[in-house]
């Protein structure tokens, strides 16, 4: 090793007079090529770097500006501005020259000039920069227009203008200039110097060199020996591989030092097969004169090797150094396990993820996100976001929206979004974006997508079944509530709460006990509750509530089930109320309505079974009442049969009085009505009620100012006001006052007046009170019965009320009774205005002569006993009579007889024919036939409702001599009739 040294000094010992001469002369040789170079090419490489520059900072960024525009401008702004420091300005221009971002910020958006609008087609029409020079307020400034293009687009799509201050860069070139002329001087000043102090320190450094050499070599020997690689120094041979130097660190990797290396060969270091695999691959590097890396594995620690080969005095040797990377490795490993980790988290999520970074290009995606928005295959692999963008937004059904929303979150890269997309093919995706930070850089954005289609269709079906729950149970009125069995608050249902008049707080809950308070029967349904949770027993039941908020009380029904726990505690109550306060008045409407039902239907049974009875109870009385007539008219009133007889035909016609009341209740009583002033009518009875009430009592009359008038029997206002009359009196003991009233009143839906058959109309209302001993609820329920009264044995024959009452409702009207034990009573009469005029009747004295005539009289009656009796009466009044059995032998009768027939009397109620038919068919052959109809009573037969028709002739048995002789003269006399 030392003679090696020494050679070499003695070579550079001659060679170094040379080196110095031809050093000064390539100094002087370069100072005089720098200085006319910088001269001459001054102008043309500062241009030539601007150039340069702005190619380079354009090819980078010209993908950016794309059709997300302005955000990806601006960032080539900031490029631009950092790295030309003498940038005067920037503008990016369109095509229309229009511009669209500029350094200056008040020139966005703002026209060019007419000449910039040359330059930029000369510099878009050749496709190539156009470098110009300009004056600007005094200033030279060189202009730099370079074309840019968009997207994928191959046609320009603008220009971008670049002005730089050409003093500045002429100053800065001046400068450079002037450093170069003064290096170079130093330059061969310094050089002229150190050849200077070579050529006085040459011989001293020629004799340090060896010392020096000596030093190095053992140098490099300490490093081989201490190096933090495993370096090493093989001699190789196609057969061997043998260590020259090692360091010691070797003894960490094969558990002997490099000292102990020295001289050994791979075969005596390492396994036969790893030897062989290294004496192989020493070799290759050597014969091949190449570099080689190597990794391997020994005793459990990865390994690479770095082998290249030297060359020393004419041999190939081999040098190398081995680095333990067992650490490294395991990095690699836990990285690339993290990165698979990230993979599999990034596949498996359900859903789309798209990350892209600060700079527009994408670094991540999921084979969700290729699925969802159908990217075609090769679009992601550019890394490039506008073309991926372009794709998405093509399928939005408001794609200016979505867009919109883009460029916002890349305007303000640090927001985060979450929003719903919804897509042209009827999908529904959520969208939720969020920048990503590095410590505190934002470098990307990261995107997720979930398609939310289905989810959104059942959302859209569970809140339509919803509203139509809510909507049935408001219909219903119905609430749900939740009891909390351990926090004794409730959950209910704006319904259930709006109930109660309450508010919840804001977790929709309230305590149980301001709902106790709103309940009035508290303590029982207090003790439902405890009976249900305790016990399971069944809660149904009504409950009054009366709402906090003072609306109406409600009534509620409320139905619940306790929910326990697997143990069977219990964990909470479920129930549901409803409103059933208008159900219960219906209900109890239609109870009263039943109840009026019932007892229509029982009056109406009654007046059907009275009015049978009074029909052939009449036809009794009819025989009786004329027989006793036909004997008394003979006799002498002091003949002793006289008074028998009298007393007879006054028990017969008290009987007739009770069965016209029995027909009066019945509505069977046939009666003539007429257009009255009720006013006049009551007026013309007043005396004859005085006189039935008698003096202690004071009545009271105050009749109603334009009374309307009412179609009515004049006759059935006296038997009314009567009848109440003597039931006034009868309640009044000793002194008392009964008062008469009328007025006009117009009734509506709301006064039903307890009447099944209101009519809503007009009315005439006449009211009867007195201050008597009142009745009560029991005795009011029955006071319009027949036979029903509160008086003695022989006081009273229950008929008077129950007579006011047929003869109201067979006039269409109702009545109303109030009374109150010790109170007195009121009874107040409506009856229904008629629109004509009413008619003043003169009421003339009845005792007038009975008198007979001389017509032909046929008579019907299929009662034989009526038949002879009337027959006698008849013939007793000196007509002619011709009498039938039944309508057909009557026929027979006027078809053989040849004379005039002046009157038909005839039944109602017979076999064959009623006795209207009947008359139909003989008035055909008989001009100018009269006729009576008679009948114990009508079965609305001549009569509706036992009301007669207009120009009818009626007479009601049982009658009597007078009264028929009366009846024949008045309808015979009778013009035009």
């Given amino acids: 090793m030392a003679t090696k040294t020494q050679t070499i000094t003695r070579q550079v010992g001659r060679t170094r007079s040379l080196a110095f001469g031809l050093v000064m002369l390539v100094i002087m040789l370069i100072a005089t090529s720098i200085s006319g170079y910088f001269s001459y090419n001054l102008q043309k490489s500062e241009e030539n770097r601007l150039a340069g520059t702005i190619g380079t900072i354009l090819s980078e960024s010209i993908n950016r500006i794309s059709f997300s525009g302005k955000y ?479 609306n109406e009380p409600l009534s509620i029904r409320s139905i619940a089930k306790c929910i326990r726990d697997e143990e069977g505690r219990p964990v909470k109550v479920v129930g549901v109320i409803q409103n059933i306060t208008e159900m219960k008045r219906a209900e109890n409407e239609r109870l009263k309505l039943e109840a009026q039902l019932q007892q229509a239907q029982k009056m109406e049974l009654v007046g059907l079974l009275a009015g049978g009875v009074a029909h052939d109870f009449n036809n009794i009385l009819g025989v009786i009442i004329g027989h006793a007539d036909l004997a008394m008219a003979p006799l002498n009133p002091s003949h002793p049969l006289f008074a028998h007889l009298e007393a007879i035909r006054k028990a017969a016609n008290h009987s007739a009085d009770i069965t016209r009341q029995l027909l009066a209740f019945a509505r069977k009583q046939t009666i003539a009505p007429k257009v009255i002033s009720l006013n006049e009518a009551i007026e013309g009875t007043l005396n004859m009620l005085r006189r039935l009430i008698g003096e202690d009592i004071e009545l009271t009359w105050r009749p109603g100012e334009s009374l309307w008038a009412v179609k009515v029997d004049p006759s059935q206002i006296d038997q009314i006001l009567a009848n109440l009359c003597i039931n006034a009196r009868a309640a009044i003991s000793g002194v008392g006052n009964i008062t008469v009233e009328t007025c006009n009143c117009t009734m509506d839906d709301g006064y039903l007046l307890g009447q099944s058959d209101f009519i809503p109309g007009d009315y005439v209302r006449i009211s009867l009170s007195d201050n008597g001993c009142g009745m009560d609820q029991e005795t009011l329920s029955h006071i319009f019965e027949p036979f029903f009264t509160t008086k003695g044995i022989g006081k009273g024959t229950g008929l008077g009320l129950a007579t006011v009452y047929g003869a109201v409702k067979q006039n269409r009207g109702f009545i109303n009774v109030y009374s109150e034990p010790g109170k007195g009573t009121s009874f107040t009469i409506y009856l229904p205005r008629h629109s004509g005029k009413a008619i003043n009747e003169i009421h003339e004295s009845t005792a007038e002569q009975v008198v007979g005539g001389n017509e032909t009289i046929l008579l019907v009656e299929d009662d034989s006993a009526i038949l002879n009796m009337t027959t006698m009466m008849l013939q007793s009044l000196g007509y002619t009579v011709f009498s039938a059995t039944f309508p057909s032998e009557a026929i027979r009768l006027t078809d053989e007889f040849s004379g005039k027939i002046n009157l038909l009397i005839t039944d109602m109620v017979m076999p064959e024919m009623n006795g209207r038919d009947l008359a139909k068919h003989i008035l055909a052959n008989q001009s100018g036939l009269k006729c009576l109809f008679m009948s114990g009573y009508t079965a609305d037969i001549i009569a509706n409702q036992g009301i007669l028709d207009e120009g009818v002739c009626f007479i009601q048995k049982p009658f009597s001599r007078n009264e028929l002789a009366k009846k024949i003269r008045s309808i015979l006399e009778l013009k035009g009739s």
């Avoid at 687009?153 to 203008?161: A, I, M, Q, T």
């Avoid at 159908?374 to 200016?400: C, F, R, S, W, Y």
């Avoid at 979505?402 to 985060?416: G, I, R």
Wanted: some cysteine; hydrophobic content about 40%; overall charge negative.
């Fill in 72 to 550: 990806h401008s601006r960032i080539l702004l900031e490029e631009m501005q950092k790295k030309l420091p003498e940038l005067a300005y920037i503008s990016v221009e369109t095509l229309d020259g229009i511009v669209e971002a500029h350094t200056d910020s008040t020139q966005n958006d703002t026209p060019i000039t007419q000449e910039e609008r040359d330059l930029n087609h000369h510099a878009i029409d050749g496709d190539t920069t156009v470098i110009t020079e300009k004056t600007i307020n005094g200033v030279a400034v060189k202009e730099v227009l370079v074309p840019y293009r968009t997207g994928l687009r191959l046609e320009p799509s603008g220009v971008v203008r670049i002005g730089i201050n050409v003093n500045e860069a002429r100053s800065k070139q001046l400068s450079n200039l002037f450093i170069h002329i003064l290096i170079i001087i130093a330059l061969t000043i310094s050089a002229v110097w150190i050849m200077e102090m070579l050529s006085r320190r040459f011989s001293r450094r020629l004799n340090e060199s060896e010392q020096a050499l000596r030093e190095s070599n053992d140098l490099f020997t300490l490093f081989m020996r201490h190096s933090p690689f495993y370096a090493f120094i093989k001699d190789v041979t196609p057969s061997e591989s043998r260590v020259l130097q090692a360091s010691d660190n070797y003894r960490q990797m094969i558990g002997i030092t490099g000292s102990d290396m020295v001289g050994k060969t791979m075969a005596e270091l390492f396994p036969a097969d790893l030897a062989a695999t290294i004496t192989a691959d020493d070799w290759a590097v050597v014969s091949n004169n190449k570099v080689l890396q190597v990794d391997e594995e020994l005793n459990g620690r990865s390994y690479t090797s770095i082998k290249f080969p030297i060359i020393q005095g004419g041999r190939t040797l081999l040098a190398g150094y081995t680095i333990d990377i067992t650490e490294r490795k395991k990095s690699e490993d836990l990285l690339s396990y993290s990165n698979s980790l990230t993979t599999a988290a990034l596949e498996s999520t359900p859903d789309a993820i798209l990350v892209v970074k600060r700079d527009g290009k994408i670094a991540r995606w999921n084979q969700k996100f290729v699925d969802l928005w159908k990217v075609p295959e090769g679009l992601l692999d550019t890394t490039i976001d506008d073309p991926v963008l372009q794709h998405v937004t093509a399928q939005m059904a408001q794609p200016e929206t979505f867009l919109a929303k883009v460029l916002e979150l890349y305007d303000h890269p640090e927001d985060s979004s979450v929003d719903t997309l919804f897509l042209a093919d009827g999908r529904v995706v959520e969208r939720y974006s969020q920048p990503l930070q590095i410590k505190d850089e934002i470098v990307g954005r990261f995107w997720s997508f979930r398609n939310i289609t289905e989810r959104k269709r059942m959302e859209d079906a569970l809140q339509a079944s919803e509203s139509r729950l809510l909507e049935a149970q408001k219909m219903a009125d119905v609430g749900n509530w939740e009891l909390d069995v351990a926090t004794g608050r409730i959950w209910a249902s704006d319904l259930a709460y709006d109930m109660y008049g309450l508010k919840p707080s804001p977790d929709n809950t309230i305590e149980l006990s301001k709902v106790k308070d709103c309940t009035v029967n508290r303590e029982i349904v207090r003790q439902a509750m405890v009976d249900l949770i305790e016990k399971d027993e069944p809660y149904n039941m009504e409950i009054d509530v009366e709402p906090a908020n003072g």
